[in-house]
């Protein structure tokens, strides 16, 4: 009869763990997913189309279970870049949508938008406008001055956020 009783108490402690397991967790579209980039991304050593790579700079727990992890990898695509040119005009660099890897190592599609624009110098133009830097004006025409190229802040976190909800 003991021999009863404890076996069927281990078959219920392990079926009650299998259920506390299988929970599932519902992670919502509104969840804010912080990315880091380490590198340095100008508008000058990156093309269109192209995937830039980042991290997930905090963990991310919904009820006691960690979704996404410090240090995965999380990436943001660049839709469109305008290099610096001449005449002091700035660069432009615009990033969208990408995706991050949860601790399961399932892909899910981000949100993001923005577009970062370089230093744009103005004094080459007034010069060429007025004529009155003889010496100038030819410079800045042939490109000697130009505008800064625009710049992914490496170590600054940028906030993204999930496009769809999906089931953990």
Known sequence: MKKFFSTLLIITIFNLSIIAYSKEIMVKNSIKIPIIFKEIYTSKNIAENQKIDGEIAQDIIINNTTIFKKGDRASLNIAEIKKAGFVGISGELHLIDGEAIDTKGNSHTIEYNHKFIGEEKTYPKIC?????????????????????????????IIYTALKNDFIY
């Open 128 to 156: 060429l406008a007025c004529g009155l830097l003889i010496i100038l004006a030819p410079l800045a025409l042939f490109g000697f001055v130009k505008g800064g190229q625009a710049k992914v802040p490496n170590n600054q």
